[in-house]
Structure formats: C-alpha cells, structure tokens
C-alpha cells in the first residue's frame, strides 16, 4: 500500500515549484514510510510514497514504460490478488516483465485495454496513468471502494491524491466549507455522500469509477455498481459458492513478501479469516499465524450487554485462538491515550470521524505495526449479508430513512437555533437520492425490494465510512490492513441473493454461519453479533466532558454554530440520548467526542466557513 498524488497546472513549469511537490509528499509520508518518488513533464507531476510489500526491488515508482510510440508513467496505491492470471493474459499477448509487482501488470494492462482495464482488475487500489505525448490522465478506483483517490478541478488545471490533506498542501485547494459542507459533518458525519469531499471543490472519486482528464476537462465513468440479476443457485449451492467465494478471496490476500499478521475480535468474520488462514498455512508448512485483538483498561468491570453489544468478546477471543491454533497477542488501550488519539485521527481522516472507534483502531495498529507491516480484518461482512440488527427489526427496516439515524433530534440539538435549517431535508434528499438509484428486478418480493435498498444504502453509506476509517487509521501507521469480505465477486453475488436464503435460520449473516460452521467451534459460528468493541470505562465519559467543557469557554468558529446548552445537556444527562448519534455505537461519550474532534479540525486545518 502506499500514497499517491499529482499536479496538472496548464500554465505552470513545475520544474520550478519543488517546494510544493515535496510538501504535497510530505503528506503522505505515514502512508509511504519507504520510499518516495517523483516525476515530473514540465506541467504535470506525479508523485509516490511506497510501503513495501510486494517485489521492493522492481516495484519502486513512479514506474515507466515506452511502447506503442507513446511512455506511460503509473503511481498506484494498492493490491491486486488476480495478478498471476492477468501477468499470463498479457504474456500471452507479448509482453515482457521485469518482476512480479502488481504495479507492472496494472500498467501493462492500461496500455493495452485502455480506461477498459478496469473491469478486468480484482483488487483494492487507486491509480493513476499518464501519457506523456497524448497529455492524457487516467484516475481509477478499486470496484468497491476500499482505497481513496480524491481531486480538484482548478482554473488551469487538476490536483489529486490520497488525502485531502494533499490537495491542500499544493495550494490549489483552499480549507473552505460551506453550506454544504456543514450539512455533511452535522447531519451525516462521520458518513460523507458517495464523491463529496466537505472541502469546497473538492471531490472523491466512486466506488468502481474512473475517470479520464484531457484537454483541461475531466470526464468521469461509472464501470462498476450494483445491478440486479436473477439468483439461480439454490440454498445448497450457494452455501457451496459462498465457502469457495470467501475461501479464494482470503487465500489471495495472504500473498505478501513481508510477514502477515490478522486481527480476532472472536466474531465469526474475522474468525472465518484466521481459520481459513490457519488451514491454508498449515497445508503449505508456514508457520502459525499471528492475531491480534483490542480491550480497554478495566472494561470488564464496566461491561453492560444491550441489544447492540449482548456480549463481551474475551471469552470467544480465546477459544478461537486455541481453535486456529495461533499465537495471540491482546493490545490493552487506556482510556486516556484513547481520548487523546482523537487528534490523530482527525489528522488521519482530515475530517472529524467515527471519534473513538477510529482512534482505538489507530492506536491498535500504531501497536501491530512495530511487528507487521500488513493484516488481514473482518470488515463489511455485516453490510453485505444482513449483520446489522436493522436488517432484522421490521420497524426500522421499512422506516423511510437511513437506519443508523433514524432521528436528527440530538444532531439538531448540538446547533444554535437558526443554524443550519435545511440539514434534515438535506438527509433526506440523500436518502431517497440512494435508494431511488437502487436497481431491482420486477419480480421481486416487497422484503427483497427492501433489501436491495438497505443493501445498497449501507454498501454506499455505512460501509464506505467503515472503509474509510480502516483505510485512513491503519495507514496513518504505515499498517496494509486487506479485507477479504470486499472481494467485488461477494458484492456481486450478495447482492442478488434472495433474503429468504441470506437471512438462513432467521439469523444475521445466516448463509455466511451455514457456509463456514463446519470449520468454527459452534460457540462462534452461532454466536449472536457484537460489534467492534468500544470502551465502557466511566472515566473517557469524563475525560470526554472536560474537554467539551472547555471547548465551550472558547471564542471560536464552532461556537458559533454549536449550542452550549445542548451540549451541556448531554453532559449532564448522558442517559437521554436515546437514539445513537451514528451506527450503534455513537453515545453520549462519542457525541462529545465529535465535538471535540469538530473542534480541532476547525483549527488544525484552519476552516474558513463560506
């Protein structure tokens, strides 16, 4: 994995603006620790970071190739894991390799199939291609969204890369919100809309888009998104695609040329991952796997089971460990370092976030990293097969909103009166925006119809912002962390799959349980959903309090839009909220926490609000 970024400006020799270019690097130097590179053709530049995974000596970049009377330069942020099969279509095809990089098969294949190339490219990645005569540049990211790649258009040319914070760094893109912007972090965050990067002017490529600028215009295609097809297969036979799916999935991601390590939460995705890896490596000889997991500081003395949290994961932790037979490692945040992290992760993001669920992720790979440089995790199972208790309530399954907010009443609450009017008509012209996108076959059932509307409101929404935090929290470590569950060909089949036959015995993930029971203890692969587990310690409450507190005395941009008393509302009744700010985890701790993170970013980056 690495980081990448470019500058077009029409009118600029970029020969003589090094300074810019080294600071646009320096942006993305947590996601590149090895090494860097940049190339420059007078007005365009590209610019890389490397964390070396894959063939150090033959997949440094940006990375050339002259053939067909044109030179092609390529800087990719990623993995492919159909790199064999592509390496022999395009031997087959006449060309010559120099080493066994992904990057090499990625630019080849762009050379020879053009924008068209993406649809052949099984993998999680951000690219981008120049050609050198025809001053062409090719964007592309990954089917499903696991890798970023944001950009702005400019009066004389186009800026991209990895991370706003690189935008911003080459001083074509100013820290300006407004209207819009506001609405996004008040209303939706830490969800953001597919493409809408908060910043004014900038923007994120989709999911399964790419994009091609030419000619001082860039023109964006969708090739890859949801399309409703018949399911054909029957319960039998797609208990059997499933397992081979996900098994072909995890198996292709163990391939690395540096140690590989896993996370375990003792649920039954990630224990599908270390069981599968755990077979695999002992049919091969490899030695035992590594996994890692995270608890808080006496979080055992101040568990308490909800209908969202119904059990604490030690126990499953363990038995899974001893089932896979691997060397387990448990990483014991503290409460204070967590609330702490939240700086971090706003820098991480460049955005307010998922508050302590992404800080806790940060620090517990800023902890795997001192041992592995890539990780294997469970993410989006739950979006793709129905994990979310949503999916399961008919009453917020057929709410017309989005099911991890059903109310804007404690976000309204935060705000000054008069501030922000239209925010919950703008929640809902996003809403109906999604699921009037959603494609669906005429003979589907009213609970199928549903369901391909909730599929593709958490693959578009709720998942996109779990990636998001995955993404920007590991690497901000220089830690790959792969997710085997977003293989395109499980979105794909998932989401043509009859509700009668996912939801199997009635249960979250059923189809997934039946497909992988036979190689899990009983206890997990049955065991009812938990989610990533968050801190129960009274003392973040406080620690989280103290600084809202504080962030009230001060005379700043945020104050003018946040209510004292709302805020101070939640502090001193933190058992009102009733309904979670985002997701299930979103308390009044977290909500703090958002204030707090808002807070910083507003001064960290310097907003201006237009």
Known sequence: MCGIAGLFDKYEDLTKDLRVLSEMSKTLSRRGPDENGIFIDHNVALIHRRLTVIDKENGKQPMLCGIKNEKYVIVYNGELYNTDELRQELRNKGYNFKGHSDTEVVLKAYIEYGSSCADKLNGIFAFAVYELYAKKIFLCRDKVGVKPLFYSEFKNGLVFGSEIKTLLASGRVKPVIGEEGLMEVFFLGPARSPGNGIFKNVKELMPGEYAVYSDGKLKTTRYFSLKAREHTDSPEQTVEKIRHLLTDAIEKQLVSDVPLCFFLSGGLDSSIIVQTASNYYGKNGFPKPHTYSVEYRDNSEFFRKDSFQPTSDVDFIRQMSENADTEHNEIILDNNDLAEALYDSVEARDLPGYVDVDSSLLLFCREIKKDYTVALSGECADELFGGYPWYHNEEILFKDCFPWSVTQEVRRGVLRKGVLPRGEEYVRSKYLETINKTDKLKTDSKIDSRMREMFALNYYWFMQCLLERKDRCSM??????????????????????????????????????????DILPYDIAWRKKSPYPKTHNPVYMEICSKKAIEILRKNTALNELISPDGVLNIINDPSGIKSPWYGQLMKAPQILAYIIELDYWFGKYNINIE
Do not use: H, T
Not at 490 to 516: C, D, H, Q, T
């Open 476 to 517: 901000y470590s220089g830690l790959e962390v792969r997710v085997p569950f977003c293989d395109y060909r499980l979105v794909e089949y998932s989401y043509n799959m009859p509700w009668s036959i996912k939801a199997f015995n009635g249960r979250e993930k059923g189809i997934v349980r039946k497909a992988f029971e």
